[in-house]
């Protein structure tokens, strides 16, 4: 069995680096503030040329120019609610780009305030919000971590700085933390039951140094975490970053610039509107076919997309296969894959069946041929050694007993 489901699970999970840091770290209470972005985790297949974390996920950023529609999901604290309201527009003063606030209907990011449920403050990055249904929050605040003016302002801007794609600064590449791992590894395991693995997806991560999109290293930025001494070999540590700094504003303003166009372009793939995907056996085929229902929209540049289904059990994990034509991530599934343009609006499978994902039944495994597993749907985009996740649907059953 793969863990495929670990990985895109363990990218939600959403607890902090800066967590560990509670027992050496006077107030704010860190355990309430822990801040991760949710990023897809590719590292179980390819094998990319990244030396280093970024800061910006270029593959994940909005159009420039856009106005990304929010709403706050509470009805509760009018004055936190205003607060968000302010402050995520300080991000309108660098970048060509706008928050409108709406009380109801569709939205591009949905905001939670919570208070003390143990979840952290955490968003989801850019575009990847669109991944997430209507009536879920992608933007969870807890406002038992709104200790300060100070804290308060810093939390708000922070993850609506992952909301327009913004990463954690202390992952650029070009930082130069040398970490202490093992302690790392070690608290993290005590208290947050987290294993290597995790450790690795959520703080030691290696991103391509194209993320950086030509900036240097910013101690100072508010995309920052706080380092303590003892989480460094070199006892090199960071302190809270209370504001935007000169760094933020120039990174954000290249990647959403007020004049002329974002330098560093690629292919910006989203999907709405996946609704099923139907699943049939058929004895005249001799496979099984996929037809997940979806709309792709591309921008951005020109790129490579790939369209998977995979067979997964009740938990989600993958079956080890022995085809050789029909493996996705070393697993029983089948794949699809294209070039397509910037700036299309692609419909598949509504009303009728135009696009199959197949998979002939001599390349299912034995064991769970005829029997009722379950597949899930992803679409990931390719480039310039780069595979990102475009969506990944839930679980769909398929019944191939005949
Ligand atoms: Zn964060």
């Known amino acids: 069995m793969k863990k495929l489901r670990y990985y895109l699970v363990a990218a939600t999970m959403l ?24 990023e897809p985790t590719t590292t179980f297949a390819f094998d ?5 974390r970024g800061l910006a996920d270029n593959y994940y950023l909005w159009d420039n120019g856009k106005t990304i ?38 939205s591009h990011v949905r905001v939670i305030l919570t208070g003390n449920d143990g979840g952290g403050n955490y968003s989801r990055l850019g575009t ?16 038992t971590s709104f200790v300060s003016p100070e804290y308060t302002y810093t939390a708000i801007v922070h993850e609506f700085g992952h909301a327009i794609g913004l990463m954690h600064e202390h992952m650029s590449p070009t930082s130069g933390i040398k970490w202490d791992k093992n302690r790392v590894y070690a608290s993290y395991k005590l208290l947050q039951g987290w294993d290597k693995e995790m450790v690795d997806a959520q703080l030691f991560r290696k991103f391509n140094v194209s993320y950086t999109n030509g900036s240097k290293y910013d101690k100072l930025s508010i995309m920052h975490y706080p380092i303590s001494r003892w989480e460094t070999l070199d006892g090199y ?17 290249s990647l959403y610039p007020k004049k002329g166009n974002r330098i560093n372009e690629v292919p910006r793939f989203t999907v709405s509107d996946f ?3 139907d699943v049939e056996n058929s004895v005249v085929k ?25 067979f997964t059990d009740e938990n989600g994990n993958m079956f080890e296969t022995k085809s050789e034509n029909y493996k996705v991530f070393g697993a029983a599934g089948t794949s699809k894959t294209t070039v397509l343009a910037p700036g299309q609006k692609i419909e598949f499978n509504k009303g009728k069946h135009d696009m199959e994902l197949f998979i002939p039944t001599s390349d299912i495994p034995e064991n769970i041929r005829n029997k009722n597993v379950k597949a899930i749907f992803y679409v ?5 050694d780069e595979l990102k996740i475009v969506y990944s649907s839930t679980a769909v059953n398929c019944n191939m007993a005949r």
């Open 69 to 106: 529609i929010v709403r706050i999901m509470n009805t509760g604290n009018s004055k936190y609610k205003e607060l968000v309201k302010k402050y995520a527009k300080e991000w309108e003063k660098y970048a060509n780009i706008k928050f409108q606030f709406v009380e109801t209907g569709n």
């Open 380 to 384: 990931f985009l390719y480039d310039n």
């Open 275 to 277: 609704s099923k995907m």
């Open 48 to 52: 990319t040329t990244g030396k280093g």
């Open 286 to 310: 001799k496979g099984v076919s996929f037809y997940p229902s979806f709309t792709i929209n591309t921008a951005g540049k020109e790129g490579r997309v790939y369209y998977l289904a995979i």
């Open 15 to 38: 607890l902090g680096a800066a967590q560990i840091n509670a027992q050496v770290k006077k107030a704010p209470d860190y355990k309430k503030m822990g801040c991760a972005t949710i």
């Open 237 to 253: 540590s960071v302190d809270w970053n209370y504001s935007i700094s000169q760094g933020d504003k120039d990174l954000i303003g």
């Open 128 to 143: 990847q919000a669109l991944n997430v249904p209507q009536n879920e929050h992608t933007l969870h605040l807890d406002t």
